[in-house]
């Protein structure tokens, strides 16, 4: 019980001082918000307090610290091992504590900032690359080729990284069409454009449209994840010309 | 029945038997997961692509441009064949080290222009952790050539704590997931309100194996908050529950299936990359005796043909 009553404060002070750690401006917020200053002024007596309890119960050689610390120097694993286990839990401990990362240090935060709720439109665009084939056309899907069972085109090499670089990542840069359109070339396909998968989630109605020009205007005026698609200067061209 | 804390922690838990078997199959998996994740064509690629990170590592900058130069033509297939040499157990103990190094630096390079956390970040402690291990005392080629010598006890405690210290790490990642959500506190009640979970699902359903495979959504992305809610919620206790592990072996087996539900249902959602490295660590969480059993099984019939 004293175990579960000592985790307890312990989390309860250390998420009080990541709070603050990972406040960036904090002196601007303790000026202006005085809600954030009561939080502060609370805050910091808690942690001292929980600072001075954790020291003293460790040199009177009992609480949860002093049983880790024993604990973990009595265990037969090898010396240097210890030194590096304790070096990495260090490294990222502070990682955790500032919520920052250095490499190989990593507070594990890639969802930290939330995005906020709100009622979107019913349909969803996604500008994709496409090609012609047997008359028709064919949608170059990128996330897909990570895939072992259901890549198309690219298969070995072409994982999960570098299909979600090439998807949204880079997915406005000229350099990542040229990287794709070399890949589709080397694979007998000469020219990509790139045209509007759309989905409404209402209806469940799924078109795709390879109109060239509504791609263009798509691309400029939606709502994208991570932005426009790069659009060939060829395709741009002979939307002009129309 | 409670739980006994102080008999059931991780660091009493590293004081138990081991399994070879266990470490030895950990070893040929992590090397596999390594040979994969340094054969991607990523690293070629982002040579190629405006350096739009902005990301930071523990290492010099002179040592960083030197990693930049070398490592496609030079990392990238040193990490390559040493994991091939991780996979046989052969010379395990003299290219781990080099191994270790090598990996370290090429996804340094990665990391450095592709701000993503994985594969790296589920191998690179595992993998230091190995160096200090008698990994290939079973199934490698090292003990076949008997380039080693092997315990006589293959269920020896030696064989525990880095198993149990893999496991340490599952729980720091969840754990630490969990926690970027919630802190500071003033932003952590504003992750649970779901807009993050409907922004990844509205917009990736489009590249979603959801998508690729039943051409349908689950339900109506662009509404229905409270399920967005719930998901982030659960998420959240998914990834907190996980702290578990530090505390006792009973929970694993609950643990284990919520991950792999979760990661299953991201998979279906869009966020592709961490199912497989999940699973594999997720191996420090299979008790030691159940490989002991299934080795000796496999002995035994094999003595008997």
Redesign the interface.
């Given at each position: 019980m004293r175990?579960?009553k000592e985790i307890a404060f312990a989390f309860v002070a250390l998420?009080?001082l990541?709070?603050i750690l990972?406040?960036d401006s904090l002196f601007h917020y303790i000026q202006t918000i005085f809600l954030?200053k009561i939080?502060v002024l609370v805050s910091i007596p808690v942690i001292v307090f929980w600072i001075f309890m954790s020291i003293r119960d460790y040199l009177h050689q009992r609480g949860i610290f002093y049983y880790?610390a024993q604990?973990?120097r009595s265990?037969?694993?090898?010396s240097?091992?210890k030194y590096?286990?304790v070096i990495?839990l260090l490294?990222?401990f502070m990682a955790?504590g500032f919520?920052?990362?250095?490499?190989?240090?990593?507070?594990?935060?890639?969802?930290?900032?939330?995005?906020?709720?709100?009622?979107?439109?019913?349909t969803?665009y996604?500008v994709?690359y496409y090609y012609q084939q047997s008359g028709g056309y064919k949608i170059l899907?990128?996330?897909?080729e990570?895939?072992f069972l259901?890549a198309e085109h690219?298969g070995?090499?072409?994982?999960?990284?570098?299909?979600?670089?090439?998807?949204y990542?880079?997915k406005g840069?000229k350099?990542?069409f040229?990287?794709l359109s070399h890949e589709m070339k080397e694979r007998g396909i000469d020219t990509l454009w790139a045209g509007v998968?759309?989905?409404n989630?209402?209806t469940?109605e799924?078109t795709f449209d390879p109109d060239i020009c509504n791609a263009i205007n798509i691309n400029q005026t939606s709502d994208l994840?991570y932005g426009p698609i790069y659009i060939p200067t060829y395709q741009l061209e002979k939307c002009d010309g129309h | 029945m409670g739980i006994n804390?102080?008999e059931e922690n991780i660091?009493?838990r590293?004081?138990q038997p081991g399994s070879v078997h266990q470490l030895a199959v950990f070893r040929i998996l992590l090397g596999l997961q390594i040979i994969?994740?340094s054969?991607?064509?990523?690293f070629q690629?982002?040579l190629?692509?405006?350096d739009?990170s902005n990301?930071?590592?523990?290492f010099p900058l002179w040592l960083n441009q030197w990693v930049d130069a070398i490592a496609v033509p030079y990392l990238q297939p040193v990490t390559q064949i040493l994991g091939i040499f991780l996979v046989l157990g052969l010379f395990t103990r003299y290219i781990l080290p080099i191994l270790f190094i090598s990996f370290?630096l090429l996804?340094?390079f990665?990391?450095?222009r592709?701000?993503?956390?994985?594969?790296?970040?589920y191998i690179?402690?595992p993998l230091?952790?190995l160096n200090?291990t008698k990994s290939s005392d079973a199934l490698s080629l090292d003990k076949l050539f008997s380039f080693i010598k092997p315990l006589h006890d293959a269920s020896s405690?030696?064989y525990r704590?880095p198993i149990e210290?893999i496991a340490a790490w599952l729980a720091?990642?969840?754990v630490?997931?969990g926690?970027?959500?919630i802190?500071?506190?003033?932003?952590g009640w504003?992750?649970l309100?779901?807009?993050?979970s409907?922004?990844m699902m509205?917009?990736?359903?489009?590249?979603?194996?959801d998508?690729?495979l039943f051409?349908?959504?689950f339900f109506?992305?662009?509404?229905n908050?409270w399920i967005?809610i719930v998901l982030s919620i659960a998420s959240i206790g998914i990834e907190f529950f996980c702290i578990m592990i530090f505390f006792t072996r009973r929970c694993h087996i609950a643990i284990f299936i919520l991950l792999m539900v979760m990661h299953f249902f991201l998979y279906l959602t869009?966020v592709?990359?961490f199912m497989q490295l999940a699973l594999i660590l997720s191996l420090s969480l299979i008790h030691p005796v159940f490989f002991e059993k299934l080795f000796t099984t496999q002995k035994l019939k094999t003595t008997s043909v």
């Open positions: 175990w579960i998420t009080l990541m709070t990972q406040t954030f939080f880790c604990t973990f265990i037969s694993i090898p240097i091992a590096v286990i990495v490294g990222n955790i919520g920052k990362q250095h490499y190989p240090f990593y507070d594990v935060g890639m969802y930290r900032w939330p995005k906020e709720y709100w009622n979107r439109d019913k969803a996604e994709k899907e990128l996330r897909k990570s895939s259901l690219f070995w090499g072409y994982s999960n990284d570098i299909a979600y670089a090439t998807t990542f880079h840069e350099e990542n040229k990287f998968h759309s989905y989630f209402e469940h799924l994840y | 804390i102080r660091l009493v590293m004081e994969y994740s054969s991607g064509k990523i690629y982002v190629q692509v405006p739009i990301t930071k590592n523990i370290v996804f340094s990665y990391f450095s592709h701000n993503a956390p994985h594969p790296w970040l690179w402690f230091l952790l200090f405690k030696v704590w210290m720091y990642i969840y630490a997931a926690m970027a959500k802190l500071p506190i003033y932003k504003h992750w309100d779901g807009g993050t409907q922004d509205y917009h990736r359903f489009l590249y979603s194996m998508f690729y051409k349908h959504s109506d992305y662009s509404q908050q967005f869009g592709l990359g």
